[in-house]
């Protein structure tokens, strides 16, 4: 994992170094044209060392080029191109380097225009490793005449002019998804920049059902905890807003309806007006900003500053792994170890240190509300992800219980809309996740109604 990880940020660099040959290359070449003037005649020598920082920052970049790629679904004819036309640039710099020294003078003595065609030749190869390089970056049509020439429709000045899917759909999947889904860059064979791609669906098939938020793919994605590795948008980039969110699920629900619909045409405009006119900056938002559950947290000052450290071995010996978020005070990030060697996982074990638990991460475990009766003595919990157990309704009074608990993850756990009144006037709770339990959308909405500072994400 951590050199899989290492390999992923090396290859993060390749955009920053790659603009190091290219600058390079490019003076060297300047400087050979300059030396036909007299005055600048002896910029024999510097050229060369251009040449040869241009050649081996290429090098450089061919390497953490070639990490990068192994990250994202790529277009395949665009990355071979890209992939091999850098290389022959940086191959080529050297070879010129090379003849150009002393050395190479002896084996070959270039005439100083064949040198010159050289030099034009890099010029000209690096401005086509580079085309290809924005292509795969921004999407073949992103230095085109059709892109030149494109008339981008102006956000509306009032609700009247709204379209659906050109005014609201698209632009949040433009600003949030498709640096990864378009035509360069097609993560999952997933392409988001029209109607008619998002309808095609990626190489698993469809991401939305139209009709139904609860069986859309792109709805799960994008309502993950941010630290799951399924997340979307990736990479850190910035979360979905609570509007953004509120509109793709409202335009699913009514059969993802396409660009050439009127907002206030449908008659169901009423259940999103509110973040359609948010969206829009029409009027300001009441809450936070992003829906971003890190921002939003504070900190808790009854957690001990102090506690036995030799206490985390036993608890990895007991199925868990753990991560130091603050050593003073100490603050622990719990969560079951995926390749544990014991079958049965003891949450009494983490009792020890059950103050300074912060967050504790029991996902798919298929543990009964029995095997987790103690959870109600982590007093300092945060956070705490229960998604994929056997829950019942009757131990989420013990959940909510927990006065500092500010996100709970029961995705996939079959509480009811019972068990969801149970968290009803928490102080502190801001999200309680319910995909595919027995909540059901009205009564979602109802709880988020009466408690509108906890957020109910089905």
């Known amino acids: 994992m951590v050199l899989l990880d290492l390999s992923t940020f090396l290859g993060r660099m390749h955009p920053l170094v790659v603009h190091l040959p290219i600058g390079f290359l490019l003076i060297a070449g300047i400087f050979h044209l300059a030396s036909y003037l007299p005055k600048y005649d002896n910029l024999g020598k510097a050229t060369e060392l251009a040449l040869l920082l241009g050649g081996l920052s290429g090098v450089a970049a061919c390497v953490l080029g070639w990490l990068l790629s192994n990250t994202g679904d790529y277009s395949y004819q665009l990355l071979e191109n ?14 010129l380097y090379f003849f150009m020294t002393d050395k190479g003078k002896t084996i070959l003595d270039l005439p100083k225009t064949a040198l010159t065609a050289l030099f034009l030749s890099i010029i ?8 290809q390089g924005g292509n795969l970056t921004h999407g073949t049509e992103y230095l085109t005449l059709a892109t030149l020439t494109e008339t981008k429709r102006e ?28 035509s360069g860059k097609k993560k999952g064979e997933l392409v988001l920049t029209s109607y008619d791609d998002i309808i095609k669906g990626g190489k698993n098939g469809a991401i939305l059902s139209q009709g139904n ?14 630290e799951h ?7 850190g980039k910035t979360p979905l807003t609570k509007e953004e969110l509120a509109i793709l ?19 169901s405009h009423k259940e999103v007006l509110d973040n359609v006119e948010v969206y829009l900056g029409f009027k300001k938002a009441t809450h936070g900003g992003e829906n971003n559950l890190a921002s939003q947290e504070s900190y808790n000052p009854n957690i001990p500053a102090n506690a036995d450290l030799s206490l985390l071995p036993e608890i990895e010996k007991g199925g868990f792994t753990f991560r130091v978020m603050n050593h003073e005070p100490l603050m622990l990030d719990i969560a ?12 009494k074990g983490l009792l020890p240190l059950a103050k300074n638990i912060v967050w504790l991460n029991l996902a798919d475990a298929a543990l009964s509300s029995s095997e987790i009766q103690d959870i109600n003595q982590l007093e300092n919990l945060e956070k705490v992800k229960l998604n994929g157990n056997k829950i019942e309704d009757a131990f989420l009074p013990k959940l909510a219980s927990l006065k500092y608990l500010n996100a709970v993850n029961l995705n996939d756990t079959p509480i009811s809309n019972k ?6 006037g928490h102080e502190n709770l801001k999200h309680i996740y319910v995909w595919r339990s027995q909540v059901n959308k009205a009564e979602a909405a109802k709880f988020t109604e009466e408690n509108p500072t906890i957020e109910v994400v089905l």
């Open 82 to 95: 890209h992939k091999l036309s850098g290389i022959g640039l940086t191959a080529l710099s050297l070879l």
């Open 124 to 131: 000209g190869l690096m401005s086509y490793a580079g085309h």
């Open 155 to 182: 956000i509306p000045e009032k609700l009247e002019d709204v379209l659906v899917f050109e005014d609201l759909v698209q632009p949040i999947l433009d600003k949030k998804c498709t640096q990864c889904h378009q």
């Open 213 to 226: 938020i609860d069986e859309s793919e792109i709805i799960r994605r994008v309502t993950l905890e941010k």
């Open 229 to 235: 590795e399924e997340f979307m948008p990736t990479d």
């Open 249 to 267: 699920k409202w335009w699913i629900t009514n059969d993802a309806v396409n660009k050439e619909v009127a907002f206030l045409g449908l008659e």
């Open 336 to 347: 079951i170890d995926r390749n544990r060697q014991i079958d049965k996982i003891d949450v």
């Open 419 to 424: 068990g969801l009144s149970s968290f009803k």
